[in-house]
């Protein structure tokens, strides 16, 4: 797909409405430290980064790759998500449809000519259908990390939660580099299973002509120890450097904009129906 030359860094350029959340507000956002919800967070993580192995990895592509589970349309997938709470999210404990409309209302405030770019708000998260599908939480939400090679100590409870995981002692996998090769790319390395490489897998498969950019950052928004903490930067290529401020821009919106505020969803489904017309139309296989 068409990549977009905007000229300078998207996140340089850009200033979402982050820059109105003062640093004592932001530390509020993904403390997994305490909180109401911290029990079930890690109870979460612990599950996730036991199972999470290349093996497992593997397993899945194979069993959704081929979506051929169900056919819906795009705003049918959002709808699904009013019965979800992501138990992996430490910040909210709303359903998730009402976050994928905050995203969405971000970007569309600072990026009015980016439709595209609004759109991603609106279904970054919808790969956690699979939920509904037979597939744990553990297996879908939260953050996810490179498997194949070392487990990087930015991973959210990496000291306490990879012990059981049958990788961590597996010398073919616990080094630096793994099974992967220096600068290999992204696009070649396997990544714990969860609803981001799923709904990239979707967009491809049904050929949705949303740009390259916009795919990064549905198949790489959870990958926080690249994108916020900059680790795996040695499995990187030209591209993924060229990808990594779009995937940042992004993350601004989806993590910013969490609120108990929520949106009147009626109201704006004409304008993101418009969106879905444009860039992922009709009955999608998944």
């Known amino acids: 797909m068409k990549i977009i030359n905007i000229g300078p860094d998207p996140s340089q350029v850009y200033r979402p409405n982050e820059t109105n959340i003062n640093d004592d507000a932001k530390s509020g956002y993904r403390n997994f430290q305490n909180g109401d919800l911290i029990e079930r967070v890690y109870r979460t993580y612990k599950i996730m980064h036991t199972n999470q192995t290349l093996a497992f990895v593997k397993k899945k592509h194979e069993m959704w790759s081929g979506c051929n589970h169900t056919q819906m349309n795009m705003m049918e997938s959002i709808g699904t998500l009013d019965q979800l709470v992501d138990e992996s999210d430490p910040d909210v404990d709303f359903p998730n449809s009402f976050h994928a409309f905050q995203t969405a209302e971000g970007i569309r405030q600072e990026h009015p000519d980016k439709d595209w770019f609004q759109l991603?708000?609106?279904?970054?998260?919808?790969?956690?259908?699979?939920?509904?599908?037979?597939?744990?939480?553990?297996?879908?939400?939260?953050?996810?990390?490179?498997?194949?090679?070392?487990?990087?100590?930015?991973?959210?409870?990496?000291?306490?939660?990879?012990?059981?995981?049958?990788?961590?002692?597996?010398?073919?996998?616990?080094?630096?580099?793994?099974?992967?090769?220096?600068?290999?790319?992204?696009?070649?390395?396997?990544?714990?299973?969860?609803?981001?490489?799923?709904?990239y897998r979707v967009m491809k498969f049904n050929k949705c002509s949303i740009p390259e950019e916009g795919l990064y950052m549905l198949r790489f928004h959870s990958f926080y120890p690249w994108h916020t903490h900059g680790d795996y930067m040695h499995l990187c290529n030209e591209k993924d450097q060229h990808m990594l401020p779009w995937v940042k821009e992004f993350n601004k919106f989806d993590l910013y904009t969490k609120s108990t505020d929520l949106p009147d969803v009626e109201k704006l489904k004409p304008y993101y129906q418009s969106l879905i017309d444009k860039y992922c139309p009709g009955e999608l296989y998944w």
């Open 120 to 199: 991603i708000g609106l279904i970054h998260d919808i790969g956690k259908i699979m939920a509904f599908w037979g597939e744990p939480q553990w297996a879908v939400v939260g953050d996810t990390f490179p498997v194949g090679c070392k487990f990087q100590n930015s991973i959210v409870f990496r000291g306490t939660t990879f012990v059981d995981n049958p990788d961590e002692q597996n010398p073919a996998y616990n080094t630096e580099y793994g099974i992967y090769q220096p600068q290999c790319g992204l696009d070649n390395v396997w990544m714990s299973w969860g609803h981001d490489e799923y709904l």
